[in-house]
């Protein structure tokens, strides 16, 4: 479970904090989540896995089949008229024809 502090206790308390944002990295402002205070372990762990790359090539063909079967929730179609030189669905963000 996540702890959340408020920044002014952050300000008044910035070594404590750094040592708790290892276990409960949230910090409030004005009662609404503002701000994370990252172990860099956690933040080298997250950057090193933006960076990573899988091949679709290097995928086995039951992972292909998958892919090739799966469908798009009707309520997301719109999400089709983002992609460049695509024709709109003639849906709108509700699902509902326009």
């Not at 762990?45 to 933006?50: E, I, V």
């Not at 063909?61 to 469908?71: G, K, P, Q, T």
């Not at 798009?72 to 024809?97: A, F, T, V, Y």
Request: aromatic share 4%; hydrophobic share 35%.
């Amino acid at each position: 479970m996540t702890t959340t502090v408020t920044a002014a206790a952050v300000s008044k308390n910035f070594g404590a904090y750094q040592d708790a944002a290892v276990r409960d990295p949230v910090i409030t402002k004005n009662g609404r989540p503002r701000t994370v205070l990252l172990a860099y372990e956690d933040f080298v762990r997250l950057s090193k896995r933006d960076r990573r790359v899988d091949l679709t090539a290097e995928l086995a063909s039951d992972e292909i089949a998958a892919v090739e079967a799966s469908e798009m929730e009707p309520d997301l179609d719109h999400l089709n008229d983002e992609l460049s030189g695509s024709k709109p669905s003639g849906r709108n963000p509700s699902g509902q024809k326009a």
